[in-house]
């Protein structure tokens, strides 16, 4: 196996934090693998699109925070007719700037991890090959888990490769790529994944378990209480605040000692909000409201009508014995999402595919709160099909459910079981190996 450094360039576009923590990912295994490499990411329509492909970024990141506005965007967009119509706009509109850029790079591989990045740039990269009479090989590494946008799929590509059954099933469906270019790995995430999962092994053995509480430790935690890691993305969207207020009361109510950690990414005003509110009250505030709700189903009952707003939740957290120790721990954007993630007993989380895969790499179940119609709905699936989590969106519901779970440890260790199964720490390492020896091949030929 032939090892020479390599110049690759990645396109992605920041719609999200996926995109960019994939693409991190497979560069660092380049250096790992193909010591001196170098890698660049673009995002080519940012920098060279017209309109509407210029503000992508910033149509995503209102369109993400508006679900019903995503969910017919994304409906719309994700057709036949839509992707002949863009492919062909993009390609007059914006195709010889691209190609220029592409060249003033001089890669010797190009790989995507972004659905819009990939009919347009690989037209161009095969006529730049042809122009310098020698193969840019072109790789699509599909960062999305459970669905996928009909334009990740292009059937010319060197080799695509997804992270799930049902996007391979997709991708023979919808992009009609043949099974010799078609690779099933895993959602490429962070080397750090890798080495924790290797240190932590199951956690459910008495080593395990051992490494995860020195882990909580380490990270300034009780190493004997359980610790619901609370993520909302690398913004900090959602509702997070009432998830954490719901869920503090719920564990205090069924006296279950706990560690809440809440990852607040960028939203500094719920980190600083968190750090001063007074969660006695929040209890006070959270038990008068179930009070009514019991009142109101009292009456329905004596009215024989179905009271608004009547719920399961507000029913089961009835017996409680209360006082639970909790203590609530706001971080802001973290770096160390995998020491903080072996910590972790229990993800509560919107489904982004790589907090998913993260998650699932180190073995901790998740509580899927929302996802985003259309691009994320497919992710909530794999992960009940699994078997390591379930999805709540009401934050009643969400912390009744986390707190069962850790009242029960055979349902936490079958689940724990069940997201190890399901992951792959090393799909980067695996990625990177086959693009490697495949650059490396054309890298020769083209030499010859
Ligand atoms: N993330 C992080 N630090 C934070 C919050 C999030 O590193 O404080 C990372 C997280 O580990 C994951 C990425 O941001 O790798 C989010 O990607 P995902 O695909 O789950 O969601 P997206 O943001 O792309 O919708």
């Not at 990939?118 to 459970?146: A, M, R, Y």
């Not at 080397?191 to 051992?210: I, N, P």
């Not at 998830?243 to 503090?248: A, M």
């Not at 038990?287 to 009292?298: D, L, Q």
Request: one cysteine or more; proline letters at 4%.
């Amino acid at each position: 196996e032939e090892k020479r450094p390599l110049k690759v360039l990645f396109l992605s576009s920041d719609t999200g934090g996926g995109h960019r923590a994939s693409a991190e990912a497979l560069g660092k295994q380049f250096l790992i693998q193909y010591p001196g490499s170098t890698y660049e990411l673009a995002d080519l329509w940012t920098d060279h699109g017209v309109l509407p492909y210029r503000t992508l970024v910033n149509t995503y990141k209102h369109m993400s925070a508006h679900p019903l506005q995503w969910k017919i965007f994304y409906h719309l967009s994700n057709t036949k007719l839509n992707e002949v119509c863009a492919n062909l706009h993009s390609k007059l509109t914006c195709g010889r700037r691209i190609k220029d850029r592409l060249k003033s790079h001089d890669p010797d591989v190009i790989i995507s991890v972004h659905p819009t990045m990939n009919h347009t740039p690989l037209v161009k990269t095969q006529q730049l090959s042809k122009e310098l009479g020698k193969h840019i090989p072109f790789f699509t590494v599909v960062t999305d888990l459970g669905s996928g946008h009909c334009m990740w799929f292009e059937k010319n590509v060197d080799k695509l490769y997804v992270a799930s059954d049902r996007l391979y099933k997709l991708a023979r469906r919808r992009g009609g790529t043949p099974p010799e270019r078609l690779v099933l790995t895993g959602l490429p995430i962070r080397h750090g994944f890798a080495v924790q999962a290797e240190q932590l092994g199951d956690r459910t053995s008495s080593q395990g378990k051992d490494y995860q509480r020195n882990m909580k430790v380490e990270l300034g935690m009780d190493g004997d209480k359980p610790v619901v890691l609370v993520m909302g993305g690398g913004e900090g969207v959602g509702s997070l605040s009432d998830i954490v207020n719901e869920l503090y009361a719920e564990l205090y109510q069924q006296g279950v000692d706990a560690t809440i950690c809440v990852v607040c990414g960028r939203n500094e005003k719920l980190k600083e909000d968190l750090l001063t509110r007074d969660f006695d009250q929040v209890v006070r505030d959270i038990k008068s409201k179930r009070r009514t709700g019991r009142k109101r189903r009292f009456l329905s009952r004596i009215f024989r009508r179905k009271a608004k707003g009547d719920s399961e939740e507000m029913v089961l957290t009835e017996n409680s014995t209360g006082r639970g120790q909790i203590t609530v721990v706001p971080l802001g954007f973290v770096s160390k999402v995998p020491e903080y993630m072996v910590a972790a007993d229990i993800l509560v989380s919107k489904a982004g595919p790589g907090t998913i895969a993260e998650a699932a790499s180190v073995g901790l179940p998740v509580m899927m709160t929302s996802f985003l119609p259309g691009q994320e709905a497919g992710n909530v699936e794999v992960v009940l099909e699994k078997g390591f989590g379930a999805y709540k969106h009401r934050p009643a519901e969400i912390a009744n459910v986390v707190t069962s779970w850790l009242q029960n440890d055979e349902l936490m260790a079958s689940m724990s079981k069940a997201a190890l199964a399901a992951g792959n720490p090393h799909a980067a390492d695996e990625i990177v190996r086959d693009i490697g020896q495949q650059t490396v091949a054309w890298m020769n030929l083209n030499e010859k």
